[in-house]
């Protein structure tokens, strides 16, 4: 009778209950891990997305060569959409009406527009500006195209950064006789990006994967990123290894980058 | 002669493949394969209806066997591996590769580029093309995944030339007359029409459009049609 089973359930400890609940957890994750181990088609698995002859064809084939792409189109951008960021994070904290305005509708254009769609316009840029082109191409281009979309979304994680420093540092400074903008760049903004250090890792990582979005502008083969690259290798191949491949070259970035922002996040909560 | 639908000559495709068939502005079926098609309809007296089905129930012959549609039709290579499965018409169609470049350019052929970039499309005859001969001739290949993307670079001057089929190519700088088709390159692809294979009547259905195909090669009939659909008269290869 479920009573009985209600009043059992009432005289446990507490500390048996979540021993309970605990032990439920356990019983969950195991059962999952089981199921997936016994029901999934290992060779299959084995040979689609992770064959040897095709892990040793991608790493002889030049993954290297794809991970500095990436590198390189991803640091580019982020210096670009850094810089950018902040100065669109000032305007729209700026008492000056129209710098709100365009910076909100850069914000917010660019953070709603799909980056496949900013790629695509700023390759065929020439078509509306004959003769223009952006130098170091294709590298300029996603710079531009990347770091512009990123640019949006740092603005208002610096925003956030700069609203988060208590108003008394601000004060502070101006009381030393600092004018406001010295104020802001030796006062608040360092402390801003310490505040936003975590959500400023997180963009970085989005632009690395984003950066996978470069073959849309049409790019040669020694300027393939990983995700082209492996692409490219599976579709010649017929086999998908080589893009699962590049995939987790990703996380030879993604996971060192992770590590040294943490050491940075306590290196500057000791200076503090 | 036996019709599947009274009064109609039924066509299986599928949509859309331009300009060889496709739905234009007004929503009829058009194309260059449609009208060719037409010219044995007209010759039978029989309206022309396209049918869209999966395109390897056309290559595979299924469309006939399941008595869906009389011809076959969608810038079909023939292949010896088709020609098991279903009755194959003439060549109506030389299936070249072609290079697009701006109109008024100094780029002639492949070997004119030296030390340029040239547009391919993944995973298309025309990439494979290209890369074959880029040894040879020194021009870089810039990878697109996008058809259109590629063809608007040569129009942007971010490339300098696109290879890719000649149909689609011939189309785009006919939309775009700032672009133009430089050169042709014969890779030995032909498309044909498609019916049911062994059976006496979609082998007299067959004939007659042979004959009809044949008929406007000489008439001017086909120059015609070529010209409407690629904005150019089809070069010797297609004689």
């Not at chain 2, 066997?65 to 194959?88: H, P, V, Y």
């Amino acid at each position: 009778m479920s009573t009985t089973g209600a009043a059992a359930r009432r005289h446990l400890s507490p500390r048996k209950r979540a021993r309970r609940i605990r032990f439920v957890q356990y019983a969950v994750l195991v059962l999952v891990v089981v199921l997936a181990a016994t029901l999934a088609n290992w060779k299959q698995i084995g040979d689609v997305f992770f064959r040897p002859s095709m892990i040793r064809t991608t790493l002889s084939q030049g993954v290297g060569h794809a991970l500095l792409n990436t590198v390189i189109y991803t640091a580019g951008a982020f210096v670009f959409g850094l810089v950018v960021g902040t100065v669109l994070a000032l305007m729209r904290l700026s008492e000056v009406l129209p710098y709100r305005w365009l910076a909100t509708a850069y914000i917010e254009f660019f953070r709603g527009l799909p980056a496949i769609v900013v790629f695509l316009v700023f390759s065929l840029l020439p078509l509306a500006f004959t003769n223009f082109s952006i130098p170091f191409d294709p590298y300029g281009t996603v710079w531009l195209a990347l770091g512009m979309v990123g640019s949006a979304y740092i603005a208002e994680t610096i925003r956030a950064g700069i609203l988060g420093v208590p108003r008394g540092q601000t004060e502070a400074a101006r009381s030393l006789g600092m004018p406001p903008g010295l104020a802001m760049r030796k006062v608040v903004l360092p402390q801003a990006f310490r505040i936003v250090l975590p959500p400023l890792t997180n963009e970085l990582i989005l632009m690395i994967k984003d950066s996978s979005l470069v073959y849309i502008v049409g790019v040669a083969s020694n300027q393939y990123e990983l995700t082209k690259f492996g692409r490219e290798l599976s579709n010649s191949n017929a086999n998908v290894t080589p893009l699962v491949v590049a995939g987790f070259f990703y996380l030879l970035i993604t996971l060192p980058l992770t590590v040294v922002v943490r050491r940075m996040e306590r290196a500057a909560a000791r200076s503090r | 002669m036996k019709i599947l639908k009274k009064g109609t000559l039924q066509v299986c495709t599928h949509l859309p493949y331009k300009p060889f068939q496709f739905r234009d502005s007004s929503g009829h079926i058009v194309g260059f394969d449609v009208d060719l098609i037409e010219l044995v309809a007209k010759r039978l007296k029989l309206k022309q209806e396209t049918v869209d089905v999966d395109w390897n129930q056309v290559t595979s012959g299924a469309a006939f066997k399941a008595s869906k549609c009389d011809l076959g039709m969608g810038g079909m290579t023939i292949t010896a591996e088709r020609a098991k499965s279903i009755l194959i018409s003439e060549p109506y169609f030389n299936a070249t590769q072609a290079m697009l470049v701006k109109k008024g350019s100094a780029y002639k052929s492949l070997a004119d580029l030296k030390g340029k970039k040239l547009g391919a499309q993944s995973d298309t005859t025309g990439l494979k093309y290209a890369q074959d001969h880029a040894k040879q001739y020194g021009y870089t290949i810039i990878n697109f995944d996008d058809f259109s993307i590629e063809v608007n670079a040569v129009k942007a001057g971010t490339i300098d030339a696109a290879i890719n089929d000649n149909g689609v190519l011939y189309s785009f700088a006919k939309d775009s007359p700032t672009t133009t088709v430089a050169v042709e390159f014969n890779t030995g692809e032909k498309y044909g029409f498609a019916a049911k294979r062994d059976d006496a009547n979609a082998t007299k259905l067959m004939n007659m459009l042979n004959q009809e195909i044949t008929k406007s090669r000489s008439d001017g009939e086909y120059k015609k049609i070529y010209q409407k659909w690629f904005g150019t008269v089809p070069g010797n290869v297609n004689k």
